[in-house]
């Protein structure tokens, strides 16, 4: 691999989030000549101006001027950013090649990298590969867990050594602008998602299936048999096959499936049982799933059947992912604010079988609630709708009928009162669910800030 020189470089780096702000601190370190433009003022990011205040970083703030391109070699948009941005656009025009910090990256990492994308579940699939990887990489190597999940890794690359393992999600937003590939890619599921910023399902899935469009023969694809939209994927992979289903793949097919209570790895013609289902500790089939995918992936990526027991036992999830917070006077409270597509909270209802409250609401992102609302009326006893979208779901509901379920419908303008109205709602044995289905972004910064608030104000419940 030839290493890419930055000295006296010009890279203009636009979104001064957690990915942006990452790669300045790498470029800046390698000698490059980093401008950092967000529309933000410097009174609105004074955390982010601090932690660089070290680097000879450049700060353009308040827009995105055309002129940040004339004295520029490339440009790095953070994952928030679209490469439809006018300056983006006007880059391209020039000639001026777009990248990012997980390009960047995989261009420049020494040791082999697995990566995992897709709709749902990339977070905790990552974890637990991570958790395997703990097991399966032997001191003083190390295994590196990073990407859309905690941190960026671009800033630590120097200290990754050839012998290391470094586990990557990797999300559409990252992934539109790549043309380098881990490994090991494996792709989840593929069901709409994001299409305020991809526009259509097809470009969405395109951005995704750009994890497989650039391996090599020497490369493991992981694909998911019962989605359709990652199964679809099947005739792009460059190199092996490996796969995951809740159901046995068949005879000759190298991947993982649960059977009478037992996870399987069904590998060149031979079944081993690896984990009994019982240890897994996640609620819902989906979380099954979950577990066959890490499995498969940490397989072809040749971890041993005890690396991937290890890294599944004792794991009880990932915050804000069907989240238990508390129980009060025999109500359970979960926060699955991470649910921010209807297909998601389909996934949390389906977790469940005792009767449920749903908290339903933030920001739509133009995508499909048929489903959800038919599962809503076929499983959900009673729905408090809150946030910018709740005009859409009132309507998707419609008005509550006698004996059909929901039996009520409330309306709460944010989340803190719809936790006081859901908490109400509930009675004994049952469970209040915040699985919204849509983004935080209409009253918070995010999920994890929108789940903390969730977490705070029931905990406040009395």
């Known amino acids: ?13 636009i979104g001064a989030a957690r990915q942006g702000l990452a790669l300045a601190r790498y470029l800046a370190s390698q000698g490059a000549v980093v401008t950092l433009n967000d529309q933000r003022t410097l009174e609105q990011l004074t955390a982010a101006a601090e932690s660089l205040k070290d680097l000879p970083v450049q700060w353009a703030l308040g827009g995105h001027p055309f002129d940040l391109l004339d004295q520029t070699d490339l440009v790095c948009l953070s994952g928030g950013v679209s490469p439809d941005m006018p300056l983006a656009v006007e880059a391209v025009r020039r000639g001026i090649p777009l990248s990012n910090d997980s390009q960047l990256f995989l261009e420049a990492v020494p040791c082999p990298v697995i990566g995992i994308t897709g709709s749902a579940g990339k977070t905790t699939t990552t974890t637990l590969v991570g958790r395997m990887a703990q097991v399966h990489v ?14 960026p890794l671009i800033d630590q690359l120097d200290e990754i ?10 999300s559409s937003f990252q992934l539109e602008l790549m043309t380098q590939a881990p490994q090991v890619a494996a792709v989840l599921n593929l069901t709409p998602n994001h299409l305020d910023r991809h526009g259509t399902l097809e470009a969405y899935a395109a951005a995704k299936a750009r994890i497989l469009d650039y391996q090599t023969p020497n490369s493991v694809s992981v694909l998911n048999r019962d989605d359709a939209g990652s199964w679809s994927l099947a005739g792009r992979i460059r190199g092996r096959l490996v796969t995951f289903g809740l159901s046995r793949p068949d005879f000759g097919a190298n991947g993982t499936f649960a059977e009478n209570g037992q996870l399987f790895w069904q590998v060149e013609g031979g079944v081993q049982p690896f984990l009994s289902q019982s240890d897994v500790l996640l609620r819902g089939e989906h979380n099954v799933a979950i577990v066959l995918a890490a499995a498969a992936i940490a397989f072809a990526a040749g971890f041993s059947v005890e690396a991937v027991a290890a890294g599944v036992k004792g794991f009880a999830g990932v915050p804000h992912r069907l989240q238990h917070v508390r129980e009060l006077r025999g109500v359970n409270f979960y926060n699955d604010s991470i649910a921010t597509a209807p297909e998601r909270t389909c996934a949390a209802i389906r977790s469940f079988d005792e009767p449920i409250v749903l908290l339903l609401g ?6 499909p609630w048929d489903d959800l609302m038919a599962l809503v009326h076929d499983r959900v006893d009673h729905v408090v709708v809150f946030g910018e979208a709740s ?6 509901l419609g008005p509550v009928m006698p004996e059909r379920r929901p039996y009520t419908i409330q309306h709460c303008l944010d989340l803190e009162t719809a936790v006081s109205a859901a908490a109400e709602a509930a009675e004994p044995g049952s469970v209040v669910l915040l699985s919204p289905g849509g983004t935080s972004y209409d009253q918070f910064n995010d999920f994890e800030e929108r789940g903390e608030a969730f977490q705070l104000w029931v905990n406040r419940l009395q």
Do not use: F, Y
């Open 362 to 367: 933030g920001r739509d992102k133009n995508l």
């Open 138 to 151: 032997q001191a003083p190597n190390r295994a590196w867990v990073g990407g859309n999940i905690g941190t």
């Open 391 to 396: 005009t859409k779901i009132l309507a998707g």
């Open 161 to 170: 050594k050839p012998a290391d393992l470094v586990i990557l999600e990797l």
């Open 1 to 13: 691999m030839i290493m890419r020189t930055w000295a006296d470089q010009r890279v203009l780096i």
